[in-house]
């Protein structure tokens, strides 16, 4: 693995996302009931980013055409996206967020 250090801990509040863009794509890094996840930060449906969008609870909706995805898994919730998002290994350590992308 090789984890990349996005940003500090702090600056990621539980029930909030952040994109990240220090590795080869952008990454949407997201804090759900006290863990970090990770998933690519543009819509499979059309090239968006989901950091325009809303997160309520694990699911990220897309603010182009409302398609949601679950950011622990990257399945697709609801149409109109078909596939499912990209997920990354993500972990908080020693005070910052750390991406393995």
């Known amino acids: 693995m090789s ?3 996005a940003f500090p801990d702090d600056d990621l509040a539980e029930g909030e996302m952040k994109t990240f863009d220090g590795g080869p ?5 997201c804090r759900v009931g006290g863990q970090i996840y990770a998933v690519q930060d543009t819509c499979t449906h059309d090239t ?4 325009d969008g809303f997160l309520d609870g694990d699911v990220v909706e897309c603010s182009l055409h409302f398609a ?3 950011v622990k898994t990257g399945k697709v919730k609801a149409l109109p996206a ?7 290994p993500a972990k908080s350590d020693a005070g910052f967020i750390l991406v393995d992308c």
């Open 3 to 5: 984890w990349i250090t």
């Open 48 to 51: 968006w980013s989901l950091a």
């Open 25 to 29: 794509q952008p990454i949407l890094i």
């Open 82 to 88: 078909c596939v499912a998002l990209k997920t990354f």
């Open 68 to 70: 949601k995805f679950c």
